[in-house]
């Protein structure tokens, strides 16, 4: 049988991991599999168009990344001449807006597939004989969810994955909860074990060679039947506690274990076994999510019995813009620097902004948030690349000593949130000053009109020019005008402070994680300003992709 041409796209999103998904399909196809001739390309790729491809691969990821997904598939289509049908499209996205993907003209013919690969190679793709689809009649093989991920593939692509010195695995699938800001139900469905993680390793390191860390992207690995089961055989890989390792010539280097889509408090509360048995790997980080501040009796009983047992490096999701408020979410960073002090943990929080899971852009905005607060938090986090840090003086310094603070440091002008440095301690003093002076003769309701005319505001371009028209409307106060005028300052002003460098002695610690330990999407890539763009250092993670 000839060899088939396998074309396997990315949209040309950042992202932190590699994509598990697409590196299943290539060890189907690829020198392990069914020896065809298989290239992976991310984003657009030239090359690609000078050759005739019998199938095309394209995963999908967020949902909110619509615009470099659909580009993603168009570049597909013209990769495939016009041939739809060669073009198969699955992950996320293409499952949570399956509807939004097949009701597009210009994809009609398209193949979008729903769901995991999880049954055998033709009936996960749904090829089918009669439309001459090669590999219709393998319906035997082990499934393509089950397969060794190749990780060849990934030399072919100038783009760097923050992290893929690793075993990417899963120990079991879906999640026994139905959180309604969730996408795993309907994604992965209820809890189910995976098979055992040594086959994985075994199959990685006989193909590729070994690997430093295990990244498994379990939804609820404490939900699973098997869990102390999951824990001993990661342990008798080679990943106990305080694991080391080292490559023929390499420096000896500690081996780390991350669940990285989370832990549940929930169940982590009920019995100190979970997190004993935690301690016998060497996790880290522990991540653990704290959704809204009424879990806060499991999640600091969970934090404490990670403490004795000695897990002390932790790592916290924290959902904002769903049903929270403001006061909600800065109740839970607060209790995070109030553990730390208490336990002696160092708990990184990576607050991250809800959107619906079928949303093709970031514009969702909570029932308790505003857009102008949601963007004034999104910058606080672009300055501090996006971490909560653990340090009591550094919290405090970028977020508010209060509540009240806190707000008020919300509804500032951009720029003087962002140069907080330059306008709290430099030559931008006196245009604060003024500020706040006028400020001060705009009634509470005024304030929130206000807030709403710049959260509106936000939507034009160039916005500079839609907040001096604020300035100019008479049909708002005198003051409020006034006030308005401080919010069309240029947030890419010459003087450019990261809140990150205002109090660096406050913390003798690293101020912030590495890398690896970084979440997967916290809210921070929605451009602010575009000459901003390149002043702030941020990094992004990816989930499992089809």
């Known amino acids: ?51 005739v491809w019998d199938r095309i691969y394209v995963t999908t990821l967020f949902s909110f990344e619509w615009k470099r997904t659909s580009a993603a598939i168009d570049f597909a289509l013209r990769a495939a001449r016009g041939q739809a049908e060669r073009v198969f499209v699955g992950g996320i996205a293409a ?26 190679p033709a009936l996960s793709l749904q090829l089918s004989a009669e439309d001459g689809d090669f590999g219709a009649d393998d319906i035997s093989s082990r499934p393509l969810e089950e397969l060794v991920p190749d990780y060849g593939i990934l030399d072919h692509t100038s783009y760097t994955y923050p992290v893929r010195d690793a075993y990417f695995g899963y120990a079991s699938r879906g999640c026994v909860r139905k959180c309604s800001f969730c996408g795993v139900p309907k994604l992965e469905g209820g809890q189910r074990e995976m098979p ?55 420096p000896l280097v500690r081996r780390r274990v991350d669940f990285n889509q989370g832990v549940d408090a929930r169940i982590l509360a009920k019995t100190p076994m979970y997190l004993r048995e935690m301690a016998k790997i060497c996790i880290d980080p522990l991540r653990i999510a704290f959704d809204h501040v009424g879990m806060r009796r499991v999640y600091e009983r969970s934090v404490e019995m990670a403490a004795d047992f000695g897990l002390r490096s932790l790592s916290n999701y924290m959902l904002y813009n769903f049903m929270d408020t403001p006061s909600d979410l800065y109740q839970r960073m607060s209790i995070n620097i109030q553990l730390n002090k208490r336990l002696g943990v160092r708990i990184w929080s990576f607050p991250m902004r809800y959107l619906p899971v079928t949303t093709k852009d970031r514009s969702h905005v909570g029932k308790h948030w505003n857009r102008y607060y949601l963007r004034s938090f999104q910058i606080m986090l672009q300055a501090t690349h996006g971490v909560v840090s653990g340090s009591d003086e550094f919290f405090h310094r970028a977020f508010g000593e209060s509540l009240e603070e806190f707000e008020r440091l919300l ?85 450019v402070t990261d809140i990150a460098h205002v109090f660096p002695e406050l913390t003798p610690d690293y101020l912030l994680p590495e890398p690896e330990v970084a979440v997967e999407d916290a809210g921070l890539f929605e451009p602010i300003d575009e000459p901003l763009r390149d002043q702030i250092s941020v990094g992004h993670i990816e989930a499992d992709a089809a």
């Open 1 to 51: 049988m000839p060899r088939k041409s396998i074309l396997l796209i990315e949209p040309g999103y950042p992202n932190k991991y590699p994509p598990l998904g697409l590196m299943k399909i290539a060890a189907y196809h690829g020198p392990h599999g069914r020896d065809d001739d298989v290239l992976f390309v991310k984003g657009d790729a030239p090359e690609a168009l000078e050759r």
């Open 411 to 495: 509804a500032l002008p951009h720029a003087f949130i962002f140069h907080r440095d330059f306008y709290e301690h430099g030559n931008g003093r006196p245009l604060l000053d003024e500020y706040h002076a006028i400020l001060r003769h705009l009634a509470p309701r005024q304030r929130a009109e206000l807030i709403a005319l710049l959260g509106d505001t936000l939507r034009a371009r160039p916005r500079r020019e839609a907040y001096l028209k604020l300035v100019s409307d008479k049909s708002l106060s005198p003051v409020m005008r006034e006030l308005a005028r401080f919010h069309a300052v240029e947030i890419n002003a010459d003087e």
């Open 95 to 120: 499952t949570l807006m399956f509807d939004e993907f097949i009701s597009e003209p210009r994809w009609a013919g398209v193949r979008f597939i729903q769901g995991l690969l999880d049954q055998p």
């Open 196 to 250: 055992p993680i040594t086959s994985l390793v075994a199959g990685v390191e006989e193909h590729f060679g070994p690997r430093k860390d295990l990244i498994l992207m379990d939804n609820n690995v404490v939900a699973s039947a098997r869990y102390q089961e999951v824990v001993a055989e990661i342990r008798d890989l080679g990943f106990e506690r305080g694991a080391t390792f080292e490559r023929e010539g390499g």
